[in-house]
């Protein structure tokens, strides 16, 4: 028969194992002694979850060298479970502590197996933990007591990290398991920590702050960075009707301290373009829908090529997308285009000498780029030239005359030092620019030249300069008669006398 004290242990036991039962269910498995003797076995799964996020620095010993290599760092708030069998014996908790059998703390391998993230001897000393806490109990009121709770929010919450020694100031730090690549043992404590956050998220119960009800977190949505939290239908609403409207500014969070930190922002090109704070793509489609998350990124990109000198639109009228500048090309790479154009072999100059060539300079000379017009756009892959907007022409051939002359015109309707010229000299580049409004006035100094000294043939237009002679004219490309002095066709000859002089006067 059982006696007095196996009896009341039996009830204690029974108590504290219910109570641990209560609140983690899935946690506590109670198996009966193999060996038919009294007492239980008991296996206790506990998670561990920190109160605050806590940087975690992982190390990797080589297993050829015995010098160690650092891992990058990442921010822990739960680390992976750690079980432990006990056997509680039939004097347990008054006379006897339990007994532990066997301790580890699993992460999955690369083979599909398991490995711990702790050490045997930081796993013994977690086992030793419950025998000292039943000595402290038994020495303060007389008698043992049950540890198994306290023990169990001891491991939990994370303090055993601190007396193991794995905690250096406000840094945890852990080795890599042997068996475990390092690579693999950084993936799975980052993957474990975000799934227990995201499990932890939805159980839990959040104010809207739009519509001022709570909700579950399953049907929340968490900003990322402020961390704000709004359930799903009222972001919903809130992202497509900015959407719709074109405030892309309003496609972020909408809390009110969030929407003052934004109004303050000192405004200018630089915020502008920053993507500091801007909200993720894959977060505004699985708010408002793929639909809706293309044209987001539509007006983004058009807004992008706006306020960015250096973009552009694409000239096609269904596509209008946003064209980004090419990368800019390296010394080499304009020093070998260089020399590859001055390899061209005229067939004039095939008798000549070669002349000797000059001294070269301290400096060398980086040769205009020829492909600085070139863009190309990555919706619809469509080629175009960034002065004249037509169809890619290749870098010798030069652009329509109009388009440049109207570029050219705009830049020179603007003020020297202008906000505008700057703009413009970061568009299209400032010697690029220059390059143009040379050859412009070269060009208009040219058409002023033929405009007074030539005359265009009233037949196919080719300008005609009378060097000596009456005004009759003969175009010698088409054989056209005209009149010098007023440009228009003769076609009969009544207008000319006997002498076959013209009279137009």
């Known amino acids: 028969m059982e006696d007095e004290v196996e009896v009341q242990c039996r009830i204690l036991q029974e108590e504290e194992i219910t109570a641990l039962e209560s609140i983690y269910p899935s946690q506590i498995v109670i198996q009966p002694n193999l060996t038919g003797k009294p007492g239980h076995i008991v296996t206790l799964t506990v998670p561990v979850s920190l109160s605050s996020p806590i940087t975690a620095q992982l190390s990797s010993i080589s297993q050829h060298a015995s010098s160690s290599s650092l891992l990058p760092s990442l921010e822990l708030s739960h680390l992976p479970p750690i079980e432990i069998r006990l056997f509680l014996p039939p004097s347990y908790p008054l006379t006897t502590p339990p007994k532990p059998i066997t301790s580890r703390a699993p992460v999955p391998t690369q083979d599909g197996g398991h490995s711990s993230y702790l050490s045997r001897k930081s796993l013994g000393k977690i086992q030793e933990k419950l025998r000292e806490m039943w000595k402290e109990d038994k020495e303060l009121v007389g008698e043992g007591a049950g ?25 945890l730090e852990l080795s890599v398991p042997p068996l475990i690549a390092p690579s693999t043992f950084h993936t799975s404590l980052k993957t474990y920590n975000a799934q227990q956050l995201h499990s932890s998220f939805e159980s839990t119960a959040f104010s ?21 939290v709004f359930c799903a239908p009222c972001l919903a609403s809130c992202w497509s009707l900015a959407i719709e409207e074109g405030t892309l500014e309003n496609v972020s969070c909408p809390s009110v301290t969030c929407v003052k930190q934004r109004a303050t922002r000192v405004p200018g090109p630089a915020s502008q373009l920053s993507n500091a704070g801007e909200t993720d793509p894959d977060l505004v489609e699985s708010v408002v829908g793929k639909e809706l998350r293309d044209r987001w990124q539509e007006l983004k990109e058009r807004r992008r090529a706006e306020i960015d000198p250096t973009f552009t639109v694409c000239p096609r009228p269904t596509c209008q997308a946003a064209v980004p500048p090419p990368p ?28 000797p060539s000059p001294p070269k300079s301290a400096q060398p000379v980086i040769a205009e780029d020829r492909w600085a017009r070139y863009r190309s ?3 619809c892959q469509y080629s ?3 002065y004249c ?11 329509a005359f109009p388009q440049t002359s109207l570029i050219v015109q705009e830049y020179l309707s603007y003020p020297e030092g202008s906000e505008q010229r700057r703009l413009m000299e970061l568009r299209r580049g400032k010697a690029n620019l220059e390059r143009m409004v040379t050859k412009w006035r070269e060009d208009e100094e040219n058409k002023k030249w033929l405009e007074s000294r030539t005359r265009a043939c009233a037949g196919c237009g080719v300008r005609v300069e009378k060097s000596h002679g009456c005004n009759h004219m003969t175009c010698g490309r088409c054989n ?17 006398s006997p002498y076959r002089i013209l009279f137009l006067y």
Not at 480 to 496: E, I, N
């Open 480 to 496: 056209a008669h005209f009149c010098y002095r007023c440009g228009s066709s003769v076609s009969s000859l009544s207008k000319l």
């Open 208 to 228: 809207c702050s739009i519509c001022m009800e709570n909700r579950k977190g399953k049907s929340c949505i968490q900003m990322p960075g402020c961390n704000c």
């Open 384 to 386: 175009f030239c960034l």
């Open 328 to 355: 800019l090309p390296t010394a080499a790479d304009l020093a070998s285009q260089s020399a590859n154009s001055n390899r061209a072999i005229r067939l004039s100059d095939l008798g000549r000498p070669t002349p």
């Open 389 to 399: 907007s037509a169809t890619w022409h290749g870098p010798h051939t030069l652009c």
């Open 147 to 171: 540890v198994l709770w306290r023990w169990w929010e001891w491991v939990a919450s994370g303090d055993f990290f601190s007396d193991l020694d794995l905690l250096k100031g406000d840094t």
């Open 377 to 379: 756009c990555p919706k």
